[in-house]
């Protein structure tokens, strides 16, 4: 399998008067070409520090502490901000949290999309309206919507507007961090049928951040899942529906709200503050499972079996 | 008959769009649209308003709640008109009718310690006669609803979690024992492995206090956990109502037919498969669609008189009403008048 992305050992911290805050605290995983690659984990876990770092736009008083993030054999940790720059848009593109509210409401829908076109290519004003009127059909939205405002927008067809605002150059990896969150059931189901257009009609590689297990269970091939700043398994998505192996994924899944379920278990207790992360395994003060060596030694990520890797000591 | 807990009578509100400045308003957007329901409140009953961003259901717990004016029609609660109910005796209307709303950070002020929220209803309310005994009702009234007060009380709103946050909410319905309560997407800033605890915690108040309780969402996994009825709002008009478990079972409109069929069934097997474009509605389209059915512009099943007639909500089987005209009931309704 060819790895489009790889990171490992990635830590990124946030500078306070308290110490370091370990939001994303030593991460390794691959993303395969070609596949819509899935991290899921309660708010606070780190998720969106997490793809913050991998594409190098977390800001102070974030840093990344260390690690190393091969993207197409480049390591992106050690590029400078014109090399980094040339690569955004064209290579690797990124739907940053509640972007659909950030669209400026001055600008129509085209000048905006044009502006991101001209700063990176050398394309004319007229071939980039062309480009961008392209770009909106391809997510299914009228060809009106261009010369539309914001405000004249549903939720969700601001949320295409961004979308196809992320692939105007054709890059090879989108990074979308909770692009359905804010939306209504029907909405929800077409943009991520828009999502996974992007892989299936266009090749693109997709990063899916949400805490929402159902939106995962939809349109993701691989699952990460994280806890505290760590991810604690990554599997197939068959996997981590139909037979998750940490108690956390158990309870996670079991924690889905469904039609079919009449009764739905909570996860007992808080997560913990990232500023003070429990010794040992990070999840034992909530697990049903603790065992004395868990509070002691943290477990390591290792692989069970082909694909399927898990950090618990019940599988040591 | 008794008078009812909750009666919306052709509750109507308009939004005024544009002007300003001195400038007259030329046009309105309606954000509710001639809703009338009724919340009988003879036994506890969790209702549920469904619908998706955009569709009146927070206008409506606001003009329930007398935050705002309905442009016309009336609310009232065991009989009494609300506006004019909390006009004479405020404290009372608020005594019988409490709310949840969806972001539990802005409910505390963040100078105050959390308690402050409860020993305010105390003392408006006169629960309690001295500080003692005010005391004692908290702390009685947080442990059962599992929540452990010494982690809790003194410490100020940023230290807690959102979770926590909205269970205290639910500690302070609990001091109060209101009649009704409104829940406005209460779950919404909770996280999943917390949702199941306040649902919970929710449904064990219907009980303890006989309440009833308008809960208001767009998620139908949690109105399916939750309600007993269920109201399914499009475009600020109600299209369906009826049980819950009936609806989400056999949903009659084609609106809510569609808002089940998007469901997310958490089970990567079973994916959706039709790939129906949702059409989403402009803001200009909206201005425009009021004398039609609201539906029409996306419905699977337009006929002609769709697009000429609004279709009233009309029962067709004993508790259950549908506003389309697919249904002949509706069609009849739609000549008498």
Redesign the interface.
């Known amino acids: 399998m060819v790895h489009i992305l790889e990171v490992e050992d990635l830590r990124v911290f946030y500078r306070s008067i308290y110490g370091d805050v370990r939001s994303a605290d030593g991460v390794s995983f691959d993303v395969n070409v070609n596949e819509i690659f899935g991290i899921a984990g309660e708010s606070g876990c780190g998720k969106s520090t997490l793809v913050e770092g991998v594409l190098r736009v977390i800001t102070p008083p974030g840093y990344i502490k260390s690690g190393r993030i091969l993207y197409k054999n480049t390591e992106l940790l050690s590029l400078d901000n014109e090399a980094l720059r040339r690569l955004r848009w064209r290579e690797l593109s990124y739907i940053p949290q509640g972007s659909m509210n950030s669209l400026n409401p001055v600008l129509r829908v085209e000048d905006q999309m044009v502006d991101a076109i001209i700063a990176h290519t050398d394309l004319s004003r007229d071939e980039a309206k062309e480009m961008a009127v392209t770009r909106l059909e391809e997510v299914g939205l009228p060809v009106e919507v261009a010369r539309m405002y914001p405000h004249e927008l549903s939720g969700g067809m601001k949320q295409r507007v961004v979308i196809a605002t992320s692939i105007l150059l054709k890059p090879s990896l989108v990074v979308a961090d909770e692009p359905v969150t804010a939306l209504d059931v029907v909405v929800q189901k077409s943009i991520l049928q828009s999502i996974a257009d992007l892989r299936d009609s266009q090749g693109i590689t997709v990063i899916f951040v949400a805490h929402d297990l159902a939106a995962h269970a939809e349109i993701v091939d691989r699952l990460v899942i994280m806890y505290a700043g760590k991810i604690v398994e990554i599997g197939s998505v068959y996997d981590i529906f139909e037979d998750p192996s940490h108690p956390y994924s158990k309870l996670l899944v079991a924690a889905i709200p469904s039609i079919e379920k009449d009764v739905v278990e909570g996860i007992p207790g808080l997560p913990p503050s990232p500023l003070n992360w429990p010794l040992g395994c990070r999840f034992h003060p909530r697990c049903p499972y603790a065992m004395p060596i868990c509070s002691d030694e943290e477990p390591p990520l290792q692989e069970m079996k082909q694909g399927r890797h898990v950090a618990c000591h019940l599988y040591r | 008959m008794e008078n009812p807990l909750l009666e919306l009578r052709n509750a109507t509100k308009d939004f005024a769009i544009g002007g300003g400045l001195g400038i007259r308003v030329q046009r309105s957007v309606r954000a509710v649209d001639n809703v009338s329901f009724v919340l009988s409140g003879e036994k506890p009953t969790i209702s549920a308003l469904v619908g998706?961003?955009?569709s009146g259901k927070s206008t409506i717990a606001r003009i329930i709640l007398g935050l705002e004016q309905p442009t016309s029609g009336e609310v009232l609660v065991e009989g009494r008109d609300v506006r004019v109910w909390l006009k004479e005796e405020r404290m009372s209307y608020r005594r019988n009718v409490q709310a949840i709303f969806q972001d539990p950070y802005g409910i505390y002020n963040p100078f105050y310690r959390v308690e402050r929220v409860f020993y305010n209803v105390v003392s408006k309310f006169g629960l309690a006669s001295s500080r003692k005994e005010a005391d004692n009702l908290i702390v009685e009234a947080m442990e059962s609803m599992g929540l452990r007060p010494e982690d809790l009380l003194g410490r100020y709103p940023h230290q807690l979690?959102g979770?926590?946050r909205q269970r205290l909410m639910l500690v302070r319905i609990l001091l109060i024992k209101p009649k009704i309560v409104l829940a406005d997407e209460p779950l919404s800033m909770i996280?999943?492995?917390?949702?199941?605890?306040f649902?919970?915690n929710l449904l064990g108040l219907k009980d303890r206090l006989k309440m009833s309780a308008l809960y208001i969402t767009?998620?139908?996994?949690?109105a399916?956990?939750v309600s007993d009825e269920m109201m399914v709002l499009c475009h600020g008009r109600i299209v369906e109502a009826g049980q819950t478990k009936a609806i989400?079972k056999g949903p009659l409109h084609p609106y809510t037919q569609?808002?089940v069929s998007?469901?997310?069934?958490?089970?990567?097997?079973r994916?959706?498969k039709d790939?129906v474009?949702?059409q989403?509605?402009?803001?200009?389209e909206l201005l425009e669609e009021r004398h039609r059915c609201i539906h029409s512009h996306r419905c699977p099943y337009v006929m002609p008189i769709c697009k000429e007639q609004v279709p009233p909500l009309t029962e067709v089987k004993p508790g259950r009403s549908v506003a389309c005209f697919l249904y002949p009931e509706v069609k009849e309704a739609t000549t008498l008048e």
């Open positions: 998706e961003s955009g979690s979770g926590e996280d999943v492995s917390l949702r199941s605890i649902l919970k767009h998620d139908l996994n949690v399916h956990y989400v569609g808002l998007a469901i997310p069934v958490p089970d990567p097997r994916r959706w790939t474009k949702v989403e509605l402009t803001f200009k």
